[in-house]
């Protein structure tokens, strides 16, 4: 088990890693060697918010594989990277795709299914991130607060349904296979775990 202070650096340098991918697209966009800028910053920030999905869900199962329970100190970081990610990803669709424009998003929101589920995927983060403090925890209480972030179990698979979908006009389904696996498989792991607990 690390000391406190190696806890606390390990999680400064995660903290500065997960900023790594916003930098690169922010120095590939100012140096013009992007062909489609904007195509990419949504595709990277929709590829990045299911990456931290992936690691989020992956700290419980890692943490009871290898008994390294200084992981879930990296837990809430990694949760609050998903909505990082997220929220820039759904800015980049507001921003470029819609200029703003609220009732035109609202409207394509309602009109493309893959969108209604990616913009349901992203409302359902948002009391996650929001309950993320000691103080929020406290105030909920543990369980309700649980039952709160259960709410991922919903998340996962929409993220990777509102993929699937992005990929169906391409008949490529490759990559939601691969994340939907990796999800499903960390969903039930913890599934499994807590039906054991109980
Ligand atoms: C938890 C929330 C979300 C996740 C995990 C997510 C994930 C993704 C992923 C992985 C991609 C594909 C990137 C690629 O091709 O490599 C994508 C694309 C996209 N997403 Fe999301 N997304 C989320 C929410 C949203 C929201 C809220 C919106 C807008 C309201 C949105 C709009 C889009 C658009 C417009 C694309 C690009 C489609 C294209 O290029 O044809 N997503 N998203």
């Not at 202070?5 to 903290?15: D, N, P, R």
């Not at 008949?171 to 775990?193: A, C, D, E, K, S």
Request: hydrophobic share 55%; aromatic share 16%.
């Amino acid at each position: 088990m690390p000391t406190t202070k190696q806890i606390s650096w390990i999680k400064g340098a995660v903290f500065v890693l997960a900023l790594a991918p916003l930098l690169r697209m922010v120095y590939l966009t100012l140096t013009g060697q992007l062909v489609d800028p904007l195509e990419f910053i949504t595709r990277s920030t929709g590829d990045w918010t299911l990456y931290f999905l992936c690691m989020v869900l992956a700290v419980t199962p890692l943490r009871r594989l290898s008994g390294a329970n200084w992981l879930i100190k990296l837990r809430r970081m990694l949760g609050l990277y998903v909505f990082f990610y997220g929220f820039l990803h759904f800015m980049t669709f507001l921003w470029f795709d819609h200029f703003f424009d609220l009732q035109e998003m609202w409207k394509d929101v309602l009109k493309r299914p893959f969108i209604t589920v990616g913009f349901t995927a992203f409302v359902l983060l948002i009391p996650l991130a929001l309950t993320s403090t000691n103080g929020m925890i406290k105030r909920l209480g543990g369980k309700r607060w649980q039952w709160l972030h259960r709410l991922v179990y919903v998340i996962a698979p929409l993220a990777i349904l509102h993929f699937w979908w992005m990929k169906a006009g391409k008949h490529n389904f490759t990559q939601p296979i691969i994340f939907g696996t990796i999800l499903g498989v960390l969903l039930l792991m913890r599934v499994w775990w807590a039906s054991r607990q109980r």
